[in-house]
């Protein structure tokens, strides 16, 4: 019994470029796994439902296919994350090999946020572009760091994240 669990979770956990493209693709047709916009994204039942389809259709555990997606969700984050300059996520996720093919989740990640606190003797005036909160293109090339130096800023003297789903904002201040 041991040998045979054993030698599951090797064939669940030895992965290829290939195979995981295509698990990527299956997922990417349930979009109630994904889509928090999803009637259903929070009923447990219709998720299970889906999640052994997946499994059924990739080969693999509904465990292991959980757990598969996981890490590639926590992956795409990691690779979003590490263009934000300040934040300590590796640069090897900037390069990471399944990024556009996961490119369909980025309208479910939801806005984060990342203040920076500067301390500011002056008023500034400067020539950068003003970036609004859906120019995600120009934020991923901003530097905050080069920014600060330019201007003479100095280190940050705090940080705080701030994440939040839009629809809760908006019920929030519409009250």
Do not use: C
Not at 90 to 95: C, E
Not at 112 to 123: H, I, K, P, V
Not at 148 to 166: D, E, H, Q, R, T
Request: charged residues 25%.
């Amino acid at each position: 019994m041991k040998d045979t669990k054993a030698a599951r979770a090797i064939s669940e956990s030895s992965t290829t470029s290939d195979n995981t493209s295509d698990f990527i693709d299956i997922v990417k047709r349930y979009d109630v796994v994904y889509n928090n916009h999803n009637p259903d994204y929070k009923n447990v039942e219709v998720k299970l439902k889906v999640w052994t389809q997946i499994a059924d259709e990739i080969g693999l555990s509904v465990e292991a296919s959980k757990r598969k997606w996981k890490n590639l969700r926590d992956s795409y984050t990691k690779y979003l994350r590490s263009f934000r300059v300040g934040t300590k996520t590796s640069k090897k996720y900037q390069y990471w090999a399944h990024a556009d093919h996961m490119e369909f989740l980025k309208p479910f990640q939801g806005p984060g946020s990342l203040f920076l606190a500067y301390r500011q003797y002056l008023e500034l005036d400067f020539a950068e572009p003003y970036l609004t909160a859906a120019d995600t293109e120009g934020r991923a090339h901003f530097d905050v760091n080069g920014f600060a130096k330019k201007y003479a800023l100095g280190s940050p003297i705090a940080a705080n994240f701030f994440v939040a789903k839009w629809e809760w904002a908006w019920n929030w201040t519409a009250d």
